[in-house]
């Protein structure tokens, strides 16, 4: 065994963020996050970053993020005193804190968290998450290969190969233990406060749908010394003008969710105050396979579909996107995995020459008409080339596609979606292409999603952790968070053709499109998690990364910031690259 040295680790963070103060009565923060009422505030069911954000209050895991004596934030042991990993990577062993109580003040066991992974992992509760639990190995009654000691508190993992990750998935939301004796599978429990119990720095106390959720600083936090507020609330609303509103009369601390066109007035009335935050995500437009888009006179192959959804995507200038709509210094997208992400052998996969590039000219002005981009051009090409009918020329800048099916757009009003997506609709309409825009609520939204009653929707994705993984794993076909219906049945969505009924499940993908989903990608990701050499790694990431852009089911548009204002007398919040913020030490002047 390699002995990690957390124990030393911890106790310095634990000596470093002890020096402050305890929590002054009536020191609280208050914040926007956007997104209205988060669709399950249930650890394992939630897959937003909203939910997830407000679920950091209440719950903890193995691992979090402290700030180290630099006052940088840093992944270090949370739940456990410390851990250590075997030379073959395969068992990581965990020591509890002695005296871990929920936020009830009953005594937490091993026991308690092995039964919140087996339930977050189990088939009967279905939760998105669920397959991120594949990388633990099973025993023969299919249960999690974890060992527990209660009198000795230890929590012992055997994965089947090594995962480069897994602590980083002990600091992520869906592995947060929970009290599955007040647990039910809808997440009812967790809108009711005095079953909301957790082993974070807060408990919650008020749930309130589409107005706010409350919490009060848990007394029994293991290192409740070092938390220096004494509640947070967090407002619920989608409405941006509110949101904004409610930072300038000082009703709240702290906001998401802004306007780009507040950007100017914002940084002038209130300088430095707002802050674009480098964030590891990717803004994308989805389109579920199902949709059928040939044109009347004509029946497109499922191959030839993906064609024409790349085009779609391709005739969005991503460069005016991130300049003259979102102006919050986003990138603009070349592929999917988003700029500063890691592989395990590149800090950047973006900065790699193995890795694609998918949109080449799309703020390069195209020879044959200098109104339209490089990309633009390539777009229309391979409409025309698919068959569908059209009036005017490229050259003569009046092409007009006049027989596109109709494509329904869902999106939730939420920061600059609208602009964004009135960009993308006004960009088609110039071509033929008719957009018809639906505003959702975001909950309203996820659920269509996952049903598979959506054709087009806007959608992002910010990453869990630093590694590509969890960007391909969107995908599999297991995943509940796969909207595209890649690789899996039609589910509610019922205006598909014969052509299309199958393209989830059929053998369609794939280099040669002759694969199943699951042939053609999931087989690579799952070589990618158990790839052990660097290289070997990066080259099949890029090649997942390369399969799934074939589809034109993943339009990215941009990487993203996050615009966020906070006000100057609010100190020690944790911000990290993946776009949580974390609220456990944070002070108020």
């Not at 926007?32 to 407000?54: E, Q, R, V």
């Not at 700030?67 to 075997?86: I, K």
């Not at 005594?107 to 039964?115: F, L, R, V």
């Not at 803004?283 to 497109?300: E, G, R």
Request: hydrophobic fraction near 40%; charge should be negative.
């Amino acid at each position: 065994m390699k002995k990690i040295l957390a124990l030393v680790l911890a106790l310095a963070m634990v000596l470093s963020v002890a020096s402050f103060a305890s929590a002054d009565e009536g020191k609280t923060i208050s914040l926007f996050l956007g997104g209205g009422t988060p669709l399950s505030m249930d650890p394992a069911l939630n897959s937003a970053s909203a939910g997830s954000n407000i679920i950091r209050s209440a719950f903890a895991g193995l691992t979090g993020f402290q700030y180290n004596e630099a006052g940088e934030p840093v992944m270090a042991p949370e739940l456990a005193e410390s851990y250590t990993v075997s030379e073959d990577g395969l068992t990581y062993s965990f020591v509890l804190r002695e005296g871990l109580k929920w936020s009830d003040g009953t005594d937490a066991t091993a026991s308690q968290i092995k039964a919140s992974w087996e339930r977050a992992a189990s088939a009967e509760l279905g939760a998105d998450y669920g397959f991120l639990y594949d990388v633990i190995s099973r025993n023969d009654d299919g249960s999690l290969a974890i060992d527990v000691d209660d009198a000795a508190r230890t929590f012992v993992v055997h994965l089947p190969q090594p995962c480069a990750y897994f602590l980083d998935l002990c600091a992520f939301v869906p592995f947060y233990p929970v009290r599955v004796d007040l647990a039910d599978n809808e997440g009812k429990w967790a809108i009711n406060p005095e079953t909301y119990v957790g082993l974070g720095a807060f408990k919650m106390v008020e749930y309130s749908v589409d107005d706010k959720i409350v919490f009060e600083k848990n007394p029994y936090y293991w290192n409740a010394d070092a938390v220096k507020l004494s509640g947070l609330t967090f407002y619920l609303s989608e409405d941006n003008t509110a949101i904004l509103t409610a930072y300038e009369n000082n009703t709240v601390d702290y906001i998401q969710s802004i306007s780009s066109s507040e950007f100017d007035r914002l940084n002038s009335t209130y300088p430095g105050e707002l802050e674009f935050y480098p964030t590891q995500g990717t803004y994308y437009i989805l389109f579920n396979v199902h949709k059928d888009l040939s044109p009347s006179a004509k029946q497109l192959t499922v191959q030839e579909q993906s064609k024409a959804r790349f085009a779609l995507g391709q005739l969005v200038n991503r460069y005016e996107v991130v300049t003259y709509v979102t102006k919050g210094g986003e990138v603009q997208a070349t592929g999917f995995f988003p700029k500063g992400l890691a592989d395990g052998l590149n800090a950047d996969v973006r900065a790699s020459a193995d890795y694609g590039v998918w949109y080449e000219g799309t703020n390069e002005l195209s020879e044959v008409n200098p109104d339209l981009t490089v990309d633009q051009v390539a777009a229309l090409q391979t409409l025309i080339d698919l068959g569908y009918p059209y009036t005017g020329t490229i050259e003569g800048g009046d092409l007009t596609f006049t027989d596109f099916p109709s494509i329904e757009f869902a999106f939730n009003n939420s920061g600059n979606n609208a602009l964004i997506i009135q960009y993308v609709q006004e960009t088609w309409n110039r071509f033929g292409i008719t957009g018809v825009v639906n505003q959702e609520a975001w909950a309203t939204l996820q659920m269509k999603l996952k049903a598979g009653d959506a054709e087009a929707a806007r959608m992002g994705w910010v990453a869990d952790f630093n590694d590509v993984v969890n960007f391909l794993e969107i995908f599999i076909s297991a995943s509940g968070n796969n909207y595209p219906r890649l690789g899996r049945e039609l589910g509610d969505y019922t205006r598909n053709s014969e052509v299309t009924k199958d393209a989830g499940m059929g053998a369609y993908w794939g280099e040669n499109g002759d694969q199943t989903w699951a042939e053609a990608y999931d087989k690579v990701v799952d070589a990618v998690k158990s790839a052990t050499d660097p290289e070997e790694r990066a080259k099949l990431a890029a090649q997942a990364e390369k399969i799934l852009m074939a589809t034109g089911a993943v339009n990215p548009l941009y990487y993203y910031t996050t615009a966020q204002m906070l006000k100057p007398n609010v100190h020690n919040v944790i911000r990290l690259a993946t776009g949580d913020v974390i609220w456990t030490y944070a002070d108020k002047d």
